[in-house]
């Protein structure tokens, strides 16, 4: 059998080349012989999630987080599915815990979005404040937190 290691070695090239039908064949291999391992799990349920097999991975990112409640990774991405679906009311409940870590502005413009979209622009204002205030001026995000909060307004 394989090492964790060794399937790691092999399955981030297949996903730096884009090539998911290949990597999720050898993750469920992978996660065949390691099946609570948290970043394997993570790997195939990112990789159905990059081929549209979003049912899977929802079901995968599921395991990841009864595995570990605190999986940062497998929260965002449960609540990005839910988001990406337009399920506004679903991605704010999935990244509930998220939102109180003051240091996570991405979840939190994500979730002023929401708001938007839900017609609450207090609370999408209260979010888009909260991840001004965390997110550093010069990541690729800042901009698009700016022009939410334009866009949102004082009312």
């Avoid at 064949?25 to 790997?43: F, S, W």
């Avoid at 240091?103 to 929401?114: H, M, N, S």
């Avoid at 205030?133 to 949102?152: D, F, G, M, T």
Wanted: include cysteine; charge should be negative.
């Amino acid at each position: 059998m394989k090492s964790v290691e060794q399937y790691i070695r092999e399955i981030s090239p297949l996903c730096q080349q884009r090539d998911f039908h290949s990597a999720v064949t050898l993750l469920k291999q992978a996660v065949n012989d390691y099946p609570d391992h948290e970043i394997l799990l993570g790997l195939l349920a990112s990789s159905y999630q990059e081929l549209g097999i979003t049912e899977r991975a929802q079901k995968l990112y599921q395991t990841i987080i009864t595995l570990n409640p605190e999986n940062y990774l497998a929260i965002h991405q449960l609540g990005l599915i839910e988001f990406q679906q337009q399920n506004w009311q679903a991605a704010l409940s999935v990244w509930e815990q998220l939102l109180r870590r003051p240091d996570d502005f991405l979840t939190k413009y994500y979730a002023a979005l929401c708001y938007e979209q839900l017609e609450n622009p207090a609370q999408a204002r209260v979010m888009v404040e909260a991840a001004q205030q965390a997110a550093p001026e010069n990541h690729a995000i800042y901009s698009e937190i700016l022009e939410l909060k334009e866009r949102i307004g004082e009312h």
